[in-house]
């Protein structure tokens, strides 16, 4: 896979190119393209979907209804055995509002987020630190975080400070404003955290869940 970016994709995160780090968050237009086969063109990386579902309001046909209000930064799929590596979201529909923010694993205090964490899966629980460590260059790792999801793993205070330290890293998130019918997020869910503002009107997205295949 090259890697190469579509024509008028913006990559978000980081945001430059000049130290050869991978993207980790993009902005595209879906143009009706195969989001699939543009995730990993953006990636560099084999992908299989994982989960594709549509988000809209209440009385829709959808397979979800959206939060509504500030929701706030977290990974998404936490209630899995492990969430997917990346997720897009495709919006349909926005009336107003709903701008996105990205908070990447940069910005935060990984001593903090090793506090242990329990989240409920359809097969039990999940203990894991907030941020786990993987094999790789300096930085790899995987955040499952969630705020109204995530028990105290034992010690509570520690879940706390956690739960702190993203408050503390807001304040220096990454803003990628409102996205317009048509347009795409791509990001990795296992290094930045996203929020999404509260919005008013009708709103209807697609998200995909992606996991790498070798």
Not at 53 to 70: C, F, K, R, S
Not at 71 to 98: K, R, S
Not at 132 to 155: F, K, V
Not at 177 to 199: Q, S, Y
């Amino acid at each position: 896979m090259s890697g190469a970016a579509p024509a008028g994709a913006v990559r978000l995160w980081p945001a430059g190119a000049g130290d050869g780090s991978p993207a980790r968050a993009w902005r595209f237009r879906s143009r009706g393209a195969d989001l699939l086969r543009t995730a990993e063109e953006l990636t560099g990386r084999r992908l299989a979907v994982v989960r594709d579902v549509t988000v809209g309001m209440p009385g829709d046909d959808g397979e979800l209804v959206a939060q509504q209000g500030d929701f706030w930064f977290h990974t998404d799929a936490t209630f899995l055995p492990e969430p997917p590596h990346w997720m897009i979201i495709a919006v349909q529909e926005a009336h107003a509002g709903g701008e996105l923010e990205l908070l990447p694993s940069e910005f935060l205090d990984t001593e903090a987020l090793s506090a242990e964490a329990t989240y409920l899966t359809p097969d039990g629980a999940v203990h894991t630190p907030v941020w786990e460590p993987l094999p790789g260059p300096p930085g790899t790792g995987r955040l499952r975080y969630r705020e109204d999801r995530m028990l105290a793993g034992g010690d509570a205070a520690a879940v706390d400070r956690a739960q702190q330290a993203v408050s503390d890293a807001a304040a220096h998130a990454l803003t990628v404003g409102a996205l317009a019918p048509g347009e795409c997020l791509l990001v990795d869910n296992w290094t930045v955290l996203h929020r999404r503002r509260t919005f008013t009107g009708r709103r209807v997205i697609r998200r995909l869940w992606l996991d790498e295949t070798g």
